[in-house]
């Protein structure tokens, strides 16, 4: 499972955390778990529909500190237990390209791998071009992925 | 596999074809038969490349009768030897969402069932919208589709 990724128009996070991969896998593809920890505080995750195969739905709802929501209605494209997930933000249920406005689009790869009693933890998003990665990067994308990262083996640790 | 389409964001062209499911298949999957048949005369389709597996690339180049060409880069998103193939023209090469300017994107989905001594073939193409569903079939998706198919037959009679 090694991806060229692309310097320019690539966003990886790579961390090796303290949970086990099933634990990881459980709380990206539960929506209750989702919630939980998807978007970093005080921002919320206050709705999530998860319909795990290739070409199902992945619809998250985000609230900022000032109560305005943001829906994504993503799309599965990989499904590979406690190994692999990939999502996209270009197309939505049933691989219908997107329509909504938005102000970039990506696909993300999360993949899992053993380590130890935990898990090398890879996200890869990919953007377009250059200009999207960029506007990824400067809204945030590592520091936002990493404390969402955090939320996430706080949460495992306590299942 | 049955699909829930909805009449006015999808085009579908359904066709029982007397050539057996794995030459269907082999028409649509390799270079060679697909510059052969995919685009109707005098239209060309000058190049191709199919890196046939979820996240590889689809990329054919078409060529009209005045000699401009037009390249695709598409990708595939799920691959069932002589049952399904899927990819879309909203993501290229490993997921990357697409940037070319297109006057309308979409993804296809072409099924395969025995059916006697041929095939029933499915083809259904799925929009973002009702606009862009109207502009592709504007641009003659039925005629053109159909006429794609009659050339796939054709050949598939001679391998």
Chains 1, 2 share one sequence.
């Not at 778990?33 to 505080?41: L, N, R, S």
């Not at 900022?64 to 197309?91: H, M």
Request: hydrophobic fraction near 40%; proline fraction near 7%; charged fraction near 25%.
């Amino acid at each position: 499972m090694t991806y060229e990724t692309d310097p320019k128009r690539d966003l990886v996070l790579e961390r090796i955390v303290d949970v086990r991969p099933n634990l990881v896998w459980a709380a990206w593809t539960r929506p209750d778990y989702i919630k939980q920890w998807f978007t970093p505080v005080p921002w919320q995750t206050v709705d999530c529909e998860v319909d795990l195969r290739p070409g199902g739905i992945f619809r998250t709802v985000m609230r900022s500190p000032e109560g305005q929501e943001f829906p994504n209605n993503g799309c599965y494209l990989e499904v590979i237990e406690n190994r692999k997930l990939v999502w996209t933000a270009a197309l939505t249920e049933g691989y219908r390209p997107q329509t909504a406005a938005a102000p970039f689009l990506f696909t993300a790869m999360i993949l899992l791998e053993p380590h130890g009693n935990g898990t090398k933890y890879t996200a890869i998003v990919v953007h377009g071009d250059e200009d999207a990665a960029k506007k990824h990067a400067d809204m945030g994308f590592h520091d936002g992925w990493g404390k969402a990262l955090d939320q996430l083996v706080a949460l495992a640790k306590t299942m």
